[in-house]
């Protein structure tokens, strides 16, 4: 099996791409899956939220050479589910990419050893759209972008849209959207209910039919450095990520 390479992609902050990341992950661990995470954002919540010592060699050091990858792989409390962290190094990361030659593929160059050892790699990456995550979206295959149901939701993802296509055309010809998640959904609201109508009439197919729900459970779980699954199996949350993994094993096939 080619391994899949997937991306979690917002520009905007609070969206639960990083939640997304480790709980997807979890879950396809959880069905069998070797699952990698990979943790690019210099605030390290995927790395705490799974349980990872950020002291410990991550995607800085690999890509500054210090550190071979095999090193820098840690397992985590699920089965199946490994990681690599990050640490507040990455935070001048781009900066130091500027200059380089081939900035746009170092991520690629230097992690592209790692493909066919995973049934999925899963990215969690800045919420910005500058050159770190540039470099993720060249080396990706698959991005899903993870949404709240609110009011300017429609404007964030035109300028997304717009970005992954001009990625696509230039770097990556192989990128493509996986789907666009619903995150912290409240079917209560009529706000949440018209917004995720709007989405579904533009994009159709490209919506996940799972959508996370709002749920308290979720939000402690990263305090614990435990995913979902190992926290609360039962609770709406846990279930809901298990539905999207088996979801995005559907769509990938």
């Known amino acids: 099996m080619k391994t899949k390479i997937i991306l979690f992609l917002n ?14 992950g979890a879950s396809l661990a ?9 943790d ?11 349980g990872l010592d950020a002291r410990k060699p991550g995607v800085y050091e690999v890509l500054a050479g210090s550190a071979e990858l095999d090193d820098v792989i840690q397992q985590t409390a699920v089965r199946n589910l490994y990681a690599i962290g990050s640490n507040i190094h990455m935070a001048g990361l ?4 500027v200059n380089q030659d081939r900035r746009e593929y170092y991520i690629r160059d230097a992690f592209s050893p790692l493909e066919g ?18 470099n993720a ?3 990706a295959n698959e991005i899903i972008i993870p949404m709240q149901s609110e009011y300017f939701a429609m404007e964030g993802l035109t300028l997304l ?45 490209l919506v996940f039919n799972t959508m996370i729900p709002r749920n308290i459970r979720l939000a402690e779980a990263p ?4 995913p979902i699954n190992q926290y609360d199996s039962s609770c709406n949350g846990a279930k809901a990520y298990r539905a999207l993994a088996k979801e995005v094993i559907k769509r990938g096939k």
């Not at 690019?40 to 799974?50: A, C, E, K, M, R």
């Not at 781009?94 to 990419?97: G, Q, R």
Request: aromatic content about 6%; glycine content about 10%.
């Open 137 to 139: 979206m060249v080396w």
């Open 40 to 50: 690019i954002d210099s605030q390290g919540n995927l790395t705490s939220g799974v």
């Open 117 to 134: 050892k995973w049934d999925y790699i899963i990215i969690d990456c800045p919420p910005s759209l500058g050159l770190v995550t540039i």
């Open 94 to 97: 781009a900066i130091e990419l």
């Open 223 to 226: 305090s614990h450095g435990l």
């Open 11 to 24: 520009q905007k902050g609070g969206v639960g791409k990083t939640t997304s990341a480790i709980n997807l």
């Open 30 to 38: 959880e069905l069998g899956k070797r699952t990698l995470l990979i």
């Open 161 to 205: 849209m717009h970005t992954i296509g001009n990625i696509k055309k230039s770097l990556n010809p192989e990128l493509e959207i996986l789907g666009i998640l619903f995150t912290m959904y409240s079917k209560r609201t009529r706000l949440s209910r018209d917004v995720v109508d709007d989405i579904v009439s533009y994009f159709d197919d």
